[in-house]
């Protein structure tokens, strides 16, 4: 298999790790507040807990964005890190930036989730070698996947650590208004590669390009399926704590 061929297989894998990610961290948001107001009977205090558990996470999401911003000279004002409705959706935190150019706005706007990533990939690597799980579930050795995981986070500050990759995976997903600009975005980058490959310009830049970010990509890989086996242990957990709750409700109605 060419240099390149392998290249882009490793950037297929990050891109559905992450989709996996993303998808785990929707059900997470959804069913635990479901959960939560099951409990409660209140759907606000559902958000608020939901808000609390995440909160670290969410300081460094809208940190991200104000820092992003203020480098890049857009006036970031207004810092707020609560929950605040914003249409059919809740949002946990904002910062007030100028609209700058194309660039600009996705690079404020996507800066939490660059962040996020990198914090999970150092925290991965340095932490929990997540890339040992990660292979040993990419040959098909589940039980040595989850045994290691399960190691990792079974040290003396391993939740504590696991705590901090879960908020900070979950709480670096953009938002509907940090995804605003990523359109035209990707317009522009689609026909910027079809115009290179019809034109027929020589690939050997963007081959030796993708085999140095070969290493990265393989270490953020890593640390997303590491951390969607972290929050497939949490939507786990909130799935059974449901169904329990669910039980308990039925008999209190049938008593």
Do not use: C
Request: aromatic content about 10%; glycine content about 8%; proline content about 4%.
């Amino acid at each position: 298999m060419s240099t390149l061929a392998t290249s882009f297989l490793t950037l297929l894998g990050l891109v559905l790790s992450f989709l996996v990610l993303a998808w785990l961290s929707w059900q997470i948001s959804r069913h635990l507040r479901i959960l939560v107001a099951y409990i409660t009977g209140s759907i606000d205090f559902s958000t608020v807990i939901f808000f609390l558990i995440l909160l670290p996470g969410i300081i460094i999401h809208e940190a991200a964005h104000w820092i992003t911003a203020y480098v890049l000279g857009l006036k970031p004002s207004q810092f707020r890190v609560w929950p605040k409705p914003q249409g059919r959706f809740i949002g946990l935190g904002s910062v007030k930036v100028r609209r700058g150019n194309l660039w600009q706005d996705n690079l404020v706007g996507l800066a939490p989730l660059i962040v996020g990533s990198s914090l999970l990939a150092l925290i991965g690597q340095r932490i929990f070698f997540a890339n040992q799980v990660a292979d040993a579930i990419l040959q098909g050795h589940w039980t040595e996947a989850f045994r290691d995981f399960w190691q990792a986070i079974s040290t003396a500050d391993g939740a504590l650590w696991a705590y901090l990759l879960f908020v900070i995976g979950n709480a670096m997903m953009p938002s509907v208004s940090d995804r605003e600009s990523l359109k035209p975005l990707l317009i522009y980058v689609t026909l910027a590669a079809l115009l290179y490959v019809l034109l027929g310009l020589p690939l050997s830049p963007l081959t030796a390009a993708l085999a140095r970010l070969n290493p990265t990509v393989e270490d953020l890989t890593g640390a997303f399926i590491f951390t969607s086996l972290l929050d497939g242990a949490v939507l786990l957990a909130i799935y059974l704590l449901e169904v329990l709750v669910g039980l308990r409700k039925g008999a209190k109605l049938r008593s």
